[in-house]
C-alpha cells in the first residue's frame, strides 16, 4: 500500500525536525486538552534546582503556545528552517546538528534570567533561523509579496514584523539572533581566519552518541 501524502511527507523530514515538531505539536495539545498546564512547562534556576524539576530543561523548549494562529506561524518558521538546515548543512551529519541544537539550548538557559523568557522554543529556532539565513547570502525572499531582499536580513525584517504587530520589544528574537550569531561567527567566520572551529563537537560528544544509538547485540 502507498503511503498517503501526509505520512510521505513526514517521514522525508529530517530525524531531528520530525521528533522536535512532533513534540512541540503533541505538548501543545496536551495543554489545549488540559491533560498538563503550562506552569508545569516553563524554565526557570529555581523550580529547577530548588524543586528537583529537571524536566524544565527539555519543556521549555518544546512549547509554542495554545493552538492558534501564533502558533501555526511559528511551528512552521521552526520546522522549515531547522529542515533546511538538517537537510543541506548537516545532511549525514546528524551528531553535529544534535550539537547546535545543544549549544544553543544551553546557551539560552544560561540567558534567558537576563531577559524573563520561560518558554525557549521560539528562540532556539529563531538562532536556527539566523545561521540558515547567513548561510544563504545569494537567495533572494520576498515578504508577503511587498518586498524583496537577501536572506540574511531575514531574522532583522521577521524582527522588525513582530515589533510592530505586538508593539513590544521582542526580547526572544533578540535572544536567538545573539546566539545564532556567536555560532555563526565561530563555525563560518573564526576557522577561515585562525585555522580552527571552537565550537566543534567534541570526540567524547560523538563517541557518547554513537555508543547511545548503537543496538545492543545478541547472543
Known sequence: MDAI?????FFEVPPVTRYWTTAAVVTSILVQCEVIS????????????????????????LYFGPLSL???????????????LEDSFFRNNTLDFLWLLLYSALSLLILSPL???????????????YIWAR????????FLGLFVFSAPYLPWVLFGFSLILNNALPKGDLLGIAVGHVYFFFEDIFPRLYGYRPLAPPWRWQVWVRRRRRPERTE
Not at 523568557?117 to 533561523?129: A, Q
Open 115 to 129: 531577559v524573563s523568557l520561560p518558554f525557549l522554543g521560539s528562540p532556539l529556532s529563531f538562532s536556527l533561523v
Open 5 to 9: 501524502p501526509f505520512e510521505a511527507w
Open 70 to 84: 501564533d502558533f501555526i506561524f511559528h511551528i512552521f518558521f521552526m520546522s522549515r528552517y531547522s529542515r533546511m
Open 135 to 142: 548561510r544563504n547570502p545569494s537567495i533572494r525572499l520576498s
Open 38 to 61: 503550562a506552569y508545569q512547562l516553563f524554565f526557570s534556576f529555581r523550580t529547577m534546582f530548588g524543586a528537583r524539576q529537571y524536566w524544565r530543561i527539555l519543556t521549555t523548549f
